[in-house]
């Protein structure tokens, strides 16, 4: 038996005489694991070039980790089916053997759900008509649809085995067994040989990401390009593509494709800067990092057509076992109209149809300067000429496209801009770029490629490395600052402007990646108002640790108490922050008497700061709010606690908390943990009763405060999922004892 560890959360085991190669594990972007550790690799049988791969997939019993998915199969099950041929005819690697998944009950009827909509979207003419599409182009699309799929939407059952694995060993082709130990914990056994397999992430660690992208010191622009992705699912040494636009000083993400949180942090992006993101379409390569904005601490705006955003949702809920309606609890939904242009504050987008297997549009932006428009046309998942044309067909009871709509797709992918990137991916769902020959535009990208450009494709386009930059219209502002005025305005309600000009009246200092802004014991002599960039705080004797962002103040605390910092803090990326003398910022306290407020809500903000539910991405504005809403709650030692019915989450600030279900204890709640998350989430109890071990002081936060901040929101999630299993799997084993 062979165990490879492969990275953070995903492991390789091997049994050669059994013919099983299991992926253990499959966060994001796990097939360029596998590449980069050369356990997928080219091969050749009967004269045919194939890759080589594992045969089975073990999913997390979660599917969030510390915020992230744990289980998108979608780009490992393609491997297996396509690049490895289990599903070509004739191909030497395809017998009667299918891939296999296998896990919870509940994980793996998710993944059955999700690899279906990942593979079709919308599945009848019906789901379009609800979306808002026409009967008449729902008929259209639901051909064009039928065709890519070669006749039939098939269930993921005819292309997939499954495996369950319940209480008892499961038993895997070639006499292989699978037994869960504890919660992610499993063991391998064959042979009399025994291995053991963790999928747990550690606290505070995440999925990592196979490609290392450097650090970027980026402008805020007034209309710009930033070229964060120019790769495609296969490509392990490039993300996949997508684009950042700065528009008037604002970020938006065009798609959100896997480790997104690594490209922003490269880019010196904190999600908390993120205003809009602008989707195309349900694949994993460019819909798998959508989590990494439900970390921040407000809704983010969320452009697309409905039916891109029906399917996108649908896709969602079976990841997350929430329901379809719950995606406008995590973005600000904003529809856009397709094939018009749609104004978001001086922006102009038109979504254009682009025909794929799932629900899918392209984008031209635009925005008016001096000789009439700026613009930029993201063409990501587009189709070639040749493969529209061999779609044809005029017979409305065949599957295809009309020829009508094929001149449409053609004459709307040859629009110029001045600058277009282009999918140029190939096969039967992808681009080509001898079709933009003869495009005007004034530069065109070429991307969605593993594969590096041909001689005569460099004849057509440009290539765009990791973080370049196309400035479109320059920036004759300085879009920090006012970004920072409206930081103290908010902070500071009430107070003078004249006021908050003094504190704006200093300079705005960068701070190189790596690099620290304050070391733990020593004093504070400025404050620093994080403008841009991510900052990381670490203490000596703790394994916490959180990420602040745009909005949050470095050493507030310390500068206005005068006490040695407990934390370091240290940039995770490029950081531009104001830097705000302390003596200065206490005489502005006092002079505005503000300084008895402050003094009280810093330390229940340093204890709010330091819990895992609160500790990350929240500005100062949303640390007040949780702050002036909180309340106290106290409990006697041998006194229990019942939430049922209440909104509240509760933290416990000091003492301890033991929950009992059928009389035996299953877990402890310490400082800083937070209980009710199924009342505050789905207005359900909590199983079991919890009683306290010693006088406990705890804190209730308002369920309605909680729903609002998008991070805090996911986190119970997760929170809850991960109680769900442990309690059940304790519930199961009193009952067999």
Known sequence: MRVVPVSSGICWVEVAEADLRVLCGCPADSVKHLIKRG????????????????????????????????????????????????I????????????LIMGLAQ??????????RGNYGLLSEEEMMAAGVSREMAQEWMRMKLRFAFGAIRSPRDLLDTCVIGDGPAILPGGVTVRRLELNVFEFAYDGETA????????????????????????????????????DGWDPERAAMSSIMMFQGKVYLIDAGPNIHGALQALGIGVQEVEGIFHTHCHDDHFCGLTTLFRADHRIRYFAVPSVRSSVAKKLAALTALSEDSFGEYFEICDLELGVWNDIEGLEVMPIFSPHPVETTVFHFRTPWEEGYRSYAHMADIVSMDVLGQMVDDDETRHGISSELMMQVRADYLVPADIKKLDIGGGLIHGCADDFRDDSSGKIILSHTALPLSRAQKTIGSGAPFGTVDALIPAHQEYRLRAAHGYLAAYFLGVPEHQIRILLNHPVVTFNPESILLREGANCDDIHLILTGLVETIESDSDHNATLSAGAMVGESYALSGEPSLETFRALSFVKALRI?????????????????IGQLSVLRNFFNHTWLFGESLSNLTEVRIVESSEPYYLASGEEIDTSGEDFIYLVRDGLLERSIDG??????????????????????AAGTLVASIRTELLKVPGAVVRDIPVVRWKLLELHQRRLRTFSAASQAGAVS
């Open 107 to 116: 994980q793996v009827e998710a993944q059955l759900e999700y690899v279906l």
């Open 196 to 231: 053991v397999v963790d999928l747990n992430l550690g606290n505070g660690r995440t999925y990592e990401t196979p490609y290392h992208l450097g650090y970027h010191d980026l402008e805020r622009g007034y209309f710009s390009v930033i070229h964060s992705g120019e790769g």
């Open 39 to 86: 356990l997928i690799h080219p091969t050749e049988r009967a004269g045919v070039t194939f890759e080589t791969g594992p045969n089975v997939i073990l999913l997390s019993d979660v599917s969030l980790q510390n915020g992230a998915f744990c289980n998108l199969s979608e780009f490992p099950i393609l491997q297996m089916l396509y690049r490895q041929g289990m």
């Open 581 to 597: 003398p302390s003596a200065l910022y206490r005489s502005f306290v006092e002079r505005n008497e503000m300084t008895e407020r």
């Open 664 to 685: 035996a204890v299953v877990e402890y709640c310490g400082t800083g943990e937070p209980f009710n998350e199924s009342e505050v989430l789905f207005g359900t109890p």
């Open 88 to 99: 070509i005819p004739g191909h030497p690697n395809c017998s009667s053997r299918k891939p």
